[in-house]
């Protein structure tokens, strides 16, 4: 349906697509030479299934803008568009920091929006994604390699995509004629989609995208399922209310039962989404302030922690303004849980004097009310502990994706091409799999 009733009939599409997971396979990276050695090598021909003459460069990149849902015109005008010089920005973030959300509240609006049905699901990548869970993900499913699809265990995360274009951007003004060779005119870039974002791993800035996806995490297998590419600068929380929200729909007969993040995703927004949506989230907490909340995110802050708790520690414990966690007591009807001084629950002597009371100081704390600090399963449990491990399954796919199959050295300086590239690599990482499983049988 994306090729016209009339004229010339679309042909050798299959095969095509067979040429780009091979051309990966064997690590080449530019489609104009990889079309002229599968069109002079027999072997390659046949592998790739081809039956007449073999398509020549510009059908390769036909069959990709066919798949984008962008005109081919509007992606004319706007490489073609003079755009104010982006400079890199100067704020220098700490290693595993991540750039803030540029609005606040924002992810709180998604989720509301998400939950009335009123959240934009139209995307320019759609029908890639749709060919990526039919044909890769549904058959890995039903041979078994992704676990109990009934109680699926997800693990989600962003990745910096770079871009091959120069963040100097081509100039269109006289300044050089001047001898203003520093000028900070407009000018035209031949990535417009390429915005800065911060790489937490090397602790620089880049230019390019982010590349969220979705891994099925298991005892054997890590395997992605769902992909997705936004600005390099948007925050991972902002991408995942969307991600979560179409994955459902991409892949509905498949039950994501748990959902593994770090901690760009704690954020009570998230935790509500979830609930909504039957998951089950696991999310490392972040650094806690005075009041229990965050200050790199104003969505982590909802109500005060009672008088007497300073912060809650990672197990989501209360901590006494001496520092020492407050001793669990048992719940109580119409309060929540029950937490003693430590001190007097174990009857040690209190080298302070917060209370007067023998009984020491009591805190009650509302798991009802606090879906971040209380998920579903016990932030101690032992459940919890290694549902958490799995987040490197996310960190596995990054590698299979960027190193693996190095989806980056074809230097793309457009989006459309970027998010392709990635959907190749990750149908090789499914493909790879099969013939192990194969294999085993």
Not at 381 to 409: C, H, M, P
Not at 412 to 437: G, S
């Amino acid at each position: 349906p994306l090729y016209s009733d009339t004229g010339a009939p679309s042909k050798e599409q299959a095969g095509i697509i067979r040429s780009f997971v091979l051309m990966l396979d064997q690590k080449k990276y530019r489609i104009t030479e990889w079309a002229e050695t599968v069109a002079s090598d027999p072997l390659l021909y046949d592998i790739c299934g081809f039956s007449g003459k073999a398509p020549a460069a510009s059908s390769y990149y036909d069959f990709i803008n066919r798949l984008w849902l962008e005109s081919k015109d509007a992606e004319r005008q706007r490489k073609k568009k003079v755009r104010i010089f982006q400079s890199k920005p100067k704020l220098k973030l700490k290693q595993g920091q991540k750039l803030p959300p540029k609005h606040n509240g924002e992810v709180k609006k998604l989720v509301n929006k998400a939950i009335l049905g009123t959240l934009r699901t139209s995307r320019k990548e759609q029908v890639l994604q749709e060919f990526f869970s039919r044909l890769v993900v549904d058959t890995s499913a039903a041979m078994g390699l992704l676990g109990n699809t009934r109680a699926l265990s997800v693990a989600g995360d962003g990745s910096p995509y770079y871009s091959g274009t120069s963040s100097h951007g081509i100039k269109v003004c006289d300044c050089e004629g001047k001898g203003i060779y520093h000028c900070h005119c407009p000018r035209r870039y031949s990535d417009p989609d390429a915005t800065w974002g911060w790489d937490s791993y090397r602790e620089q800035y880049y230019l390019g995208d982010s590349l969220f996806a979705f891994t099925a995490t298991g005892p054997d297998h890590d395997l992605p399922i769902y992909l997705r590419t936004v600005e390099a600068r948007r925050h991972d929380s902002i991408t995942t209310i969307f991600a979560l929200q179409e994955i459902r729909e991409l892949l509905p007969e498949i039950t994501i039962r748990d959902v593994v993040f770090d901690s760009a995703m704690d954020n009570y927004p998230t935790y509500k989404f979830c609930k909504h949506l039957g998951i089950r989230p696991f999310i490392a907490l972040k650094g806690r302030t005075k009041d229990g909340s965050s200050k790199d995110d104003p969505d982590t802050s909802k109500e005060k922690l009672p008088k007497g708790v300073s912060c809650l520690d990672d197990k989501g414990r209360p901590i006494c303004p001496g520092g020492i966690p407050y001793a669990y007591w048992g719940p109580t009807e119409g309060k929540g849980l029950k937490y003693r001084c430590w001190y007097a629950a174990h009857k040690k002597d209190c080298p302070c004097c917060c209370t007067p009371s023998s009984y020491g100081r009591t805190v009650y704390i509302k798991p009802d009310n606090e879906l971040r600090l209380f998920p579903p399963v016990a932030r101690d449990s032992e459940t919890f502990k290694e549902k958490l491990r799995q987040r490197s399954g996310s960190e596995r796919t990054n590698k299979r994706i960027f190193v693996d199959y190095a989806v980056e050295n074809g230097h793309m300086r457009d989006r459309k091409q970027r998010f392709f590239r990635a959907v190749i690599a990750a149908v090789n990482v499914h493909l790879d799999e099969w013939i192990k499983h194969t294999k085993s049988k």
